[in-house]
């Protein structure tokens, strides 16, 4: 089974920094997309960014200009760099792959941004 394992979140003042990773325990260039979703206390889960195995991007509207998504085929990996944070972005964060007839979700990292 697919596995996916976040990390790099943490507590940050707003306007600072973090870069969360998500490590796959497979190829990821075996799933159509890789993305990253947050979900805030009392909020739906909503989608952040994503990107396909050819590197195109996409990204929700609040974050463009301040998160940019990447990926590392050799390390399996795929990162979020989030720039300008603001308290709006404190969530718990969540790294999905998608294949086929299959969504597969990490645990989750929580990002908690302080006015």
């Known amino acids: 089974q697919v596995q996916l394992v976040e990390s790099g979140g943490g507590l940050v003042q707003a306007g600072g920094s973090l870069r969360l990773s998500c490590a796959a325990s497979?190829?990821?260039?075996?799933?159509?997309?890789m993305g990253w979703y947050r979900q805030a206390p009392g909020k739906e889960r909503e989608l952040v960014a994503t990107?396909?195995?050819?590197?195109?991007?996409n990204y929700q509207d609040s974050v463009k200009g301040r998160f940019t998504i990447s990926r590392d085929n050799a390390k399996k990996t795929v990162y979020l760099q989030m720039n300008s944070l603001k308290p709006e972005d404190t969530a718990v964060y969540y790294c999905?792959?998608?294949?086929?007839?299959?969504?597969?979700w990490g645990q989750g990292t929580q990002v908690t941004v302080s006015s």
């Open positions: 999905r792959a998608r294949r086929g007839y299959g969504h597969y």
């Open positions: 497979e190829s990821i260039l075996s799933f159509h997309d």
């Open positions: 990107i396909t195995s050819g590197n195109s991007t």
